[in-house]
């Protein structure tokens, strides 16, 4: 479906002058307008930090690259126009802002597009105060809209008009913990899915784990972690002994964090940028998830069937899933149209445990 708040920046894409330097910051809130986008036949670059949004572009011959908002590749004071409808979580757009000072031209211009409760007015001002030049913001319905310019004269800023990003690039440790004999050191960094916790429903998961393992006809042998976040299942679970030990997530920042944690606690874990699970040619006998409900800012249903398709494809035959959702989230109701058997596994009145067995 498309975004009313991408609309606008598709119109001035359009109307945008050809042979200039353009870029197109691509997050979840691309994904329903990655053909719009082409139409409009513009030479852009993309950076997306969502592989599905990154292979929708590729599909379509653009130029982008799947990265946790890296702008390395890109010469300072270079680009002519950046397109950015706001993302949903603070310190990545105040990283962008940041990034957007130092790789535009003097004259150069961000165009930026939300909504009021997305914090779009504050970001605005803020950013104005970064880059120093004409700006202007405009109310159209519920999506404000507008552009800020890089001042002519204003080649460096000072350390306090640029943006709070958290030290967006840097893993830091967040918890240190213990899962059976194993002491797990897990870091993070914003830009991840609840950067700074351990999930209260994965935690769930974890604590219940054992009871559902332990009812099974044979302990599993392999694992695959499916929308990993920075590895917070993966990672509880290395005192057990897998042949074959899997983490996925569609999301940049989140592979690179699982990368990490998994060498910094020494696990052989396979970590892969991958939708839903679709590209993976193997199976496993334990699939582990905490699915998201959340498709940028809206509830998406299709979303968890498109989890719950995967995961019965992912299966051994007799392997079990076990996924945590919300109460709210009809997942029995759709699983039951998959899976031989749908069983509630647990239930702490916040949170409910489903097995699934192929
Ligand atoms: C609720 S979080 C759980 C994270 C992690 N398992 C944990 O326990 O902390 C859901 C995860 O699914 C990932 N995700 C969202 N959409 C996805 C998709 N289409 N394919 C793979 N992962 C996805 C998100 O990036 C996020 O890391």
């Not at 139409?39 to 799947?66: E, K, M």
């Not at 211009?109 to 504050?122: A, D, F, R, V």
């Not at 967006?168 to 913990?177: G, K, S």
Request: proline share 3%.
């Amino acid at each position: 479906m498309s975004d009313f708040a991408n609309q606008w920046l598709i119109e001035q894409l359009r109307q945008a002058p050809r042979n200039t330097t353009q870029l197109w910051l691509a997050d979840e809130n691309t994904l329903g307008d990655i053909e719009l986008i082409a139409a409009c036949g513009h030479q852009l670059r993309f950076i997306s930090n969502r592989c599905d949004v990154d292979a929708g572009l590729r599909a379509l011959n653009l130029d982008c690259t799947f990265n946790d908002f890296d702008f390395a590749g890109i010469e300072n004071n270079s680009l002519d126009c950046v397109y950015y409808r706001v993302s949903k979580e603070k310190p990545v757009v105040h990283h962008i802002a940041n990034q957007c000072f130092e790789k535009l031209k003097a004259g150069g211009k961000l165009l930026i597009s939300g909504q009021k409760n997305e914090g779009i007015k504050t970001y605005f001002s803020k950013i104005k105060n970064l880059l120093g030049g004409d700006a202007k913001l405009e109310k159209n319905g519920l999506i404000y809209t507008g552009f800020v310019s890089k001042s002519e004269t204003r080649e460096q800023a000072r350390e306090e008009q640029y943006l709070d990003a958290q030290q967006y690039t840097t893993l830091r440790p967040i918890a240190e913990t213990v899962s059976g004999e194993q002491s797990i050191a897990i870091h993070s960094k914003p830009g991840v899915f609840g950067w700074n916790k351990i999930d209260q429903g994965s935690q769930f998961l974890w604590a219940e784990l054992p009871e559902i393992l332990a009812n099974l006809n044979r302990p599993p042998k392999s694992l695959l972690d499916l929308g990993c976040g920075y590895g917070y299942l993966s990672l509880m679970s290395k005192g057990y002994e897998f042949d074959k030990h899997w983490a996925t997530d569609n999301n940049a920042a989140a592979v690179r964090a699982a990368s990490h944690n998994f060498e910094l606690n020494d696990m052989d874990v396979t970590v892969l940028a991958d939708d839903c699970g679709t590209s993976i040619g193997e199976k496993f006998d334990l699939i582990l998830c905490n699915p998201p409900f959340h498709q940028g800012f809206s509830i998406d249903g299709d979303l968890t069937t498109k989890f719950l398709r995967n995961t019965h494809a992912r299966l051994n035959p007799g392997g079990t899933a076990v996924f945590v959702v919300n109460q709210f989230i009809p997942l029995e109701r759709k699983a039951q149209k998959l899976f031989k058997q749908v069983k509630l596994a647990a239930d702490n009145g916040s949170f409910k445990l489903i097995r699934l067995t192929r």
